[in-house]
């Protein structure tokens, strides 16, 4: 899952197809060419305040940049339909999701999968 938001949001916008976390957030969970990313955006994102508006599939990995295929959603997920479908170990991740502008970090399939069901154009 990737969170994005602030200022960040100028730099590499959500549908741009390039990522790079805070320092240490991408090699941590192995994230590798295929893997699917739901693309979420914090409250200070213009546009998508707290919402998913789409996903992301790893086209690459070079050091600390993850490029990817955008890939919009028939309509944005907000956070409390996220925080409904994801499973309960998913939800102890986003307990501070506040706090995580520029943050990459692994959810469990059947988390992204609850997610995006019937979503993906």
């Not at 170990?89 to 019937?118: M, Y």
Request: aromatic share 10%.
């Amino acid at each position: 899952m990737v969170i994005s938001g602030g200022e960040y949001a100028v730099e590499a916008p959500v549908d741009g197809g390039h990522y790079e976390p805070s320092k240490g957030w991408t090699n941590n969970i192995g994230i590798s060419k295929g893997d699917q990313m739901l693309l979420y955006c914090t409250v200070s994102y213009p546009g998508y305040r707290k919402e998913a508006p789409g996903i992301g599939e790893v086209s690459g990995v070079e050091g600390s940049i993850v490029s990817y295929e955008y890939k919009p959603i028939v309509r944005p997920v907000n956070l409390s339909a996220i925080r409904a479908r994801f499973t309960s170990p998913g939800n102890k991740q986003l307990e501070n999701i506040r706090f995580r502008a520029k943050r990459l970090f692994k959810i469990e399939q059947e988390s992204f999968h609850r997610v995006v069901a019937g979503l993906i154009s």
